[in-house]
């Protein structure tokens, strides 16, 4: 019983430190005001670190426990499409703040093309992610 009460609490207090990890690194880095700016949007500032701490919170929540949602395939799909675009802009923010791509494109020694070389970038994201929920028994 007592192994089991310490269990518990070390998950939760290590669940505690990395999510203080994340929202710091966030904040530090300052990627909600960054995305808010480049889609010129920056009333909308609250909205996206709310949309941030309930993801999290949903998804700790969706981790633990089974949801049975009557919603329907539809919505699935567009749920989840208008997730990997938020999750998408927001890593790309991150990437701009920083200076990822500048410097990649240094070190490539490349004077243009960051264009394709974003669309690849989602296009593999999207062909693995495909990959991973479509097709049965690839990661087993």
Do not use: C, D, H
């Amino acid at each position: 019983m007592l192994n089991s009460i310490l269990l518990i609490l070390l998950g939760l207090f290590s669940g505690l430190v990395v999510a203080t990890a994340v929202v710091a690194f966030i904040t530090a880095v300052g990627v909600v005001p960054r995305l808010a700016q480049k889609t010129k949007t920056e009333r909308y500032s609250r909205v996206y670190e709310t949309a941030i701490m309930l993801g999290g919170l949903a998804g700790t929540a969706f981790s633990f426990w089974q949801f049975n949602l009557p919603i329907g395939n539809v919505l699935v799909v567009i749920f989840s499409l208008a997730g990997g675009i938020f999750f998408g802009a927001l890593a790309m923010s991150l990437a701009e703040v920083l200076n990822v791509i500048p410097i990649l494109m240094r070190r490539m020694r490349l004077k243009g093309g960051l264009f394709y070389i974003v669309v690849s970038i989602a296009l593999g994201k999207l062909t693995g992610a495909l990959i991973y929920f479509l097709v049965r028994g690839f990661y087993s």
